[in-house]
Protein backbone atom coordinates (compact mmCIF):
# COMPACT_ATOMS: atom_id res chain seq x y z
CA UNK A 1 0.00 0.00 0.00
CA UNK A 2 1.52 3.80 -0.86
CA UNK A 3 0.40 6.61 1.29
CA UNK A 4 0.66 10.10 0.54
CA UNK A 5 0.82 12.32 3.93
CA UNK A 6 0.72 16.00 3.47
CA UNK A 7 -0.08 19.05 5.80
CA UNK A 8 1.32 21.45 8.21
CA UNK A 9 4.61 21.04 9.52
CA UNK A 10 3.45 18.15 11.91
CA UNK A 11 2.95 15.93 8.87
CA UNK A 12 7.12 14.88 9.51
CA UNK A 13 5.66 12.24 11.75
CA UNK A 14 3.93 10.32 9.50
CA UNK A 15 7.59 9.44 7.97
CA UNK A 16 8.60 6.16 8.73
CA UNK A 17 11.88 5.14 9.56
CA UNK A 18 13.40 1.24 10.24
CA UNK A 19 12.72 1.61 13.87
CA UNK A 20 8.91 2.56 13.30
CA UNK A 21 9.13 -1.05 10.88
CA UNK A 22 10.19 -2.31 14.26
CA UNK A 23 8.73 -2.14 16.49
CA UNK A 24 4.73 -1.01 14.44
CA UNK A 25 5.67 -4.04 12.47
CA UNK A 26 2.28 -3.41 10.38
CA UNK A 27 4.06 -0.50 8.16
CA UNK A 28 6.20 -2.93 6.84
CA UNK A 29 5.38 -3.41 3.50
CA UNK A 30 3.96 0.16 3.78
CA UNK A 31 5.45 2.79 0.84
CA UNK A 32 4.85 6.49 2.31
CA UNK A 33 5.54 9.71 0.64
CA UNK A 34 5.50 12.46 3.03
CA UNK A 35 5.16 16.21 2.51
CA UNK A 36 5.25 18.89 5.32
CA UNK A 37 4.90 22.29 4.39
CA UNK A 38 5.58 24.54 7.02
CA UNK A 39 2.37 26.85 8.24
CA UNK A 40 -0.02 25.41 5.91
CA UNK A 41 -3.12 26.33 7.20
CA UNK A 42 -6.47 26.20 6.14
CA UNK A 43 -8.14 29.47 6.36
CA UNK A 44 -4.77 31.34 6.37
CA UNK A 45 -3.19 32.83 8.82
CA UNK A 46 -0.85 36.65 8.10
CA UNK A 47 1.74 35.12 5.97
CA UNK A 48 1.73 31.65 6.50
CA UNK A 49 1.09 29.43 3.42
CA UNK A 50 -3.15 29.38 2.64
CA UNK A 51 -5.32 26.26 1.93
CA UNK A 52 -4.85 27.66 -2.02
CA UNK A 53 -1.09 27.15 -2.01
CA UNK A 54 -1.33 23.95 -0.77
CA UNK A 55 -3.69 22.81 -2.78
CA UNK A 56 -1.99 23.10 -5.71
CA UNK A 57 1.16 21.17 -4.35
CA UNK A 58 -0.91 18.74 -3.40
CA UNK A 59 -2.62 18.12 -6.78
CA UNK A 60 0.91 17.85 -8.49
CA UNK A 61 1.71 15.25 -5.80
CA UNK A 62 -1.31 13.43 -6.26
CA UNK A 63 -0.60 13.49 -9.89
CA UNK A 64 2.97 11.90 -9.93
CA UNK A 65 2.08 9.67 -7.31
CA UNK A 66 0.44 5.95 -7.33
CA UNK A 67 -0.86 6.41 -3.84
CA UNK A 68 -3.74 4.42 -2.64
CA UNK A 69 -4.28 6.92 0.03
CA UNK A 70 -4.14 10.17 0.71
CA UNK A 71 -3.83 11.55 4.30
CA UNK A 72 -4.01 15.32 4.70
CA UNK A 73 -3.00 16.73 8.06
CA UNK A 74 -4.60 20.39 8.31
CA UNK A 75 -6.17 22.42 10.61
CA UNK A 76 -2.88 22.87 13.80
CA UNK A 77 -1.96 25.78 12.36
CA UNK A 78 -5.94 27.36 12.50
CA UNK A 79 -6.63 25.81 15.77
CA UNK A 80 -3.50 26.71 17.83
CA UNK A 81 -2.70 30.42 16.29
CA UNK A 82 -5.79 31.73 14.13
CA UNK A 83 -7.38 32.53 17.04
CA UNK A 84 -4.78 34.50 19.03
CA UNK A 85 -3.80 36.12 15.75
CA UNK A 86 -7.08 37.43 14.71
CA UNK A 87 -7.57 38.84 18.46
CA UNK A 88 -4.09 40.28 19.52
CA UNK A 89 -2.43 41.38 15.86
CA UNK A 90 -5.47 42.13 13.84
CA UNK A 91 -7.62 43.33 16.75
CA UNK A 92 -10.76 41.44 15.30
CA UNK A 93 -13.60 40.34 17.80
CA UNK A 94 -13.60 36.22 17.52
CA UNK A 95 -16.24 33.63 17.99
CA UNK A 96 -14.22 30.68 18.73
CA UNK A 97 -16.71 28.26 17.38
CA UNK A 98 -18.27 30.13 14.67
CA UNK A 99 -14.57 30.28 13.65
CA UNK A 100 -13.89 26.78 13.70
CA UNK A 101 -16.76 26.04 11.75
CA UNK A 102 -15.42 28.34 8.98
CA UNK A 103 -12.24 25.88 9.40
CA UNK A 104 -13.88 22.44 9.36
CA UNK A 105 -16.04 23.88 6.16
CA UNK A 106 -13.01 24.59 4.06
CA UNK A 107 -10.86 21.56 5.15
CA UNK A 108 -14.02 19.32 4.44
CA UNK A 109 -14.45 20.97 1.30
CA UNK A 110 -10.86 20.56 0.13
CA UNK A 111 -10.92 17.08 0.82
CA UNK A 112 -14.37 16.58 -0.35
CA UNK A 113 -13.12 18.28 -3.79
CA UNK A 114 -9.57 16.24 -4.24
CA UNK A 115 -11.50 13.25 -3.15
CA UNK A 116 -13.89 13.84 -6.33
CA UNK A 117 -11.14 13.87 -8.53
CA UNK A 118 -8.94 11.30 -7.75
CA UNK A 119 -11.55 8.35 -7.01
CA UNK A 120 -9.34 5.41 -7.08
CA UNK A 121 -7.81 7.16 -3.63
CA UNK A 122 -9.22 6.99 -0.37
CA UNK A 123 -8.65 9.96 1.32
CA UNK A 124 -8.54 10.29 5.53
CA UNK A 125 -8.57 14.23 7.30
CA UNK A 126 -6.39 14.10 10.27
CA UNK A 127 -7.70 16.11 13.21
CA UNK A 128 -5.62 18.61 15.40
CA UNK A 129 -3.03 17.23 18.17
CA UNK A 130 -3.76 18.07 21.38
CA UNK A 131 -1.35 20.84 22.10
CA UNK A 132 1.71 20.63 24.09
CA UNK A 133 2.50 24.28 24.67
CA UNK A 134 0.72 23.62 28.75
CA UNK A 135 2.08 23.64 32.08
CA UNK A 136 4.39 26.18 31.46
CA UNK A 137 3.02 29.86 30.80
CA UNK A 138 5.51 31.89 30.07
CA UNK A 139 7.09 29.58 27.14
CA UNK A 140 3.38 29.26 25.63
CA UNK A 141 2.68 33.11 26.05
CA UNK A 142 6.54 33.24 24.20
CA UNK A 143 5.76 30.80 21.41
CA UNK A 144 2.28 31.92 20.61
CA UNK A 145 3.63 35.30 20.60
CA UNK A 146 6.87 34.55 18.57
CA UNK A 147 5.23 32.70 15.94
CA UNK A 148 2.35 35.16 15.54
CA UNK A 149 4.26 38.59 15.18
CA UNK A 150 6.52 36.43 12.70
CA UNK A 151 3.70 36.48 9.94
CA UNK A 152 3.17 40.30 10.32
CA UNK A 153 4.89 42.18 7.28
CA UNK A 154 6.86 45.15 8.29
CA UNK A 155 5.93 44.74 12.24
CA UNK A 156 8.30 47.18 14.18
CA UNK A 157 9.48 46.24 17.97
CA UNK A 158 7.43 48.83 19.08
CA UNK A 159 4.42 46.60 17.74
CA UNK A 160 5.91 43.22 18.56
CA UNK A 161 5.92 43.98 22.44
CA UNK A 162 2.34 45.69 22.40
CA UNK A 163 1.28 42.16 20.59
CA UNK A 164 3.29 39.81 23.17
CA UNK A 165 1.71 41.79 26.12
CA UNK A 166 -1.97 41.42 24.86
CA UNK A 167 -1.46 37.95 24.51
CA UNK A 168 0.29 37.82 27.95
CA UNK A 169 -2.42 39.38 29.70
CA UNK A 170 -5.31 37.74 27.72
CA UNK A 171 -4.34 34.10 26.73
CA UNK A 172 -6.31 31.41 26.57
CA UNK A 173 -5.14 28.93 29.69
CA UNK A 174 -4.44 25.46 29.37
CA UNK A 175 -7.20 23.93 29.54
CA UNK A 176 -9.57 26.15 27.35
CA UNK A 177 -7.01 25.69 24.29
CA UNK A 178 -7.12 22.30 24.97
CA UNK A 179 -10.98 22.25 25.11
CA UNK A 180 -10.57 24.30 21.89
CA UNK A 181 -9.17 21.73 20.28
CA UNK A 182 -11.42 19.10 21.17
CA UNK A 183 -14.08 21.13 19.74
CA UNK A 184 -12.31 21.14 16.73
CA UNK A 185 -12.05 17.48 16.29
CA UNK A 186 -15.21 16.96 17.04
CA UNK A 187 -17.04 19.42 14.19
CA UNK A 188 -14.24 17.61 11.73
CA UNK A 189 -14.80 14.20 13.10
CA UNK A 190 -19.01 15.03 12.51
CA UNK A 191 -18.73 16.87 9.29
CA UNK A 192 -15.51 14.44 7.50
CA UNK A 193 -17.60 11.83 8.40
CA UNK A 194 -20.88 12.99 6.62
CA UNK A 195 -19.21 13.67 3.44
CA UNK A 196 -17.77 10.16 3.56
CA UNK A 197 -14.03 10.95 4.07
CA UNK A 198 -12.20 8.95 7.22
CA UNK A 199 -11.19 10.59 9.93
CA UNK A 200 -8.88 9.81 12.96
CA UNK A 201 -6.59 11.74 15.65
CA UNK A 202 -4.24 10.22 17.71
CA UNK A 203 -5.01 11.83 20.97
CA UNK A 204 -6.39 9.26 22.74
CA UNK A 205 -2.68 7.52 22.46
CA UNK A 206 -0.99 11.08 23.65
CA UNK A 207 -3.14 12.37 26.93
CA UNK A 208 -2.52 10.87 30.25
CA UNK A 209 -5.22 10.64 32.96
CA UNK A 210 -5.34 14.77 33.40
CA UNK A 211 -6.91 14.81 30.34
CA UNK A 212 -3.45 16.85 28.84
CA UNK A 213 -0.74 15.45 26.66
CA UNK A 214 1.59 13.05 28.51
CA UNK A 215 4.53 15.06 29.41
CA UNK A 216 7.05 12.29 27.67
CA UNK A 217 5.51 13.98 24.83
CA UNK A 218 6.21 17.37 25.53
CA UNK A 219 9.27 18.93 24.14
CA UNK A 220 11.48 20.87 26.65
CA UNK A 221 12.59 23.17 24.19
CA UNK A 222 10.16 26.13 22.39
CA UNK A 223 8.26 23.99 20.13
CA UNK A 224 4.84 23.19 19.46
CA UNK A 225 5.21 19.52 18.03
CA UNK A 226 5.55 16.75 20.15
CA UNK A 227 8.36 15.22 20.84
CA UNK A 228 9.54 13.18 17.48
CA UNK A 229 10.39 10.02 18.87
CA UNK A 230 9.82 6.33 17.27
CA UNK A 231 6.38 5.88 19.62
CA UNK A 232 4.86 9.08 18.30
CA UNK A 233 5.32 7.87 14.65
CA UNK A 234 4.16 4.40 15.83
CA UNK A 235 0.75 6.46 16.85
CA UNK A 236 0.28 8.16 14.09
CA UNK A 237 0.51 5.16 12.01
CA UNK A 238 -1.73 2.88 14.33
CA UNK A 239 -4.51 5.38 14.54
CA UNK A 240 -4.60 5.88 10.72
CA UNK A 241 -4.47 2.25 10.16
CA UNK A 242 -7.33 1.20 12.65
CA UNK A 243 -9.36 4.13 10.57
CA UNK A 244 -8.07 2.63 7.39
CA UNK A 245 -9.26 -1.01 8.64
CA UNK A 246 -13.12 0.31 8.39
CA UNK A 247 -12.55 0.92 4.59
CA UNK A 248 -11.22 -2.39 3.87
CA UNK A 249 -7.61 -1.38 2.17
CA UNK A 250 -5.42 -3.94 1.31
CA UNK A 251 -2.53 -4.63 3.94
Known sequence: MKVLAAGDSHTKFFGITPAVRVIYPRVRDVRVEVHPVNGATVAGVGRMNSTLQFVESLKGWLSSSDADVCVLNLGQVDVE???????????????????????????????????????????????????????????????????????????????????????????????ERHALTLQFNRLLEASATSAGLIYFDVNDDVTDSSGFVDPRFIPNAMDHHFVDSVEVRAIHWRNLMRALGLARLPE
Do not use: M
Request: hydrophobic residues 40%; glycine residues 6%.
Open 81 to 175: LGTPYRRYVKGDKVNPLAYLERVVEAYVAVASDLAAAHPDVTFAVKGANAPVLIYDTRKTVADIGNVVTERVSDIDQADRQRILELIRNGHESDA
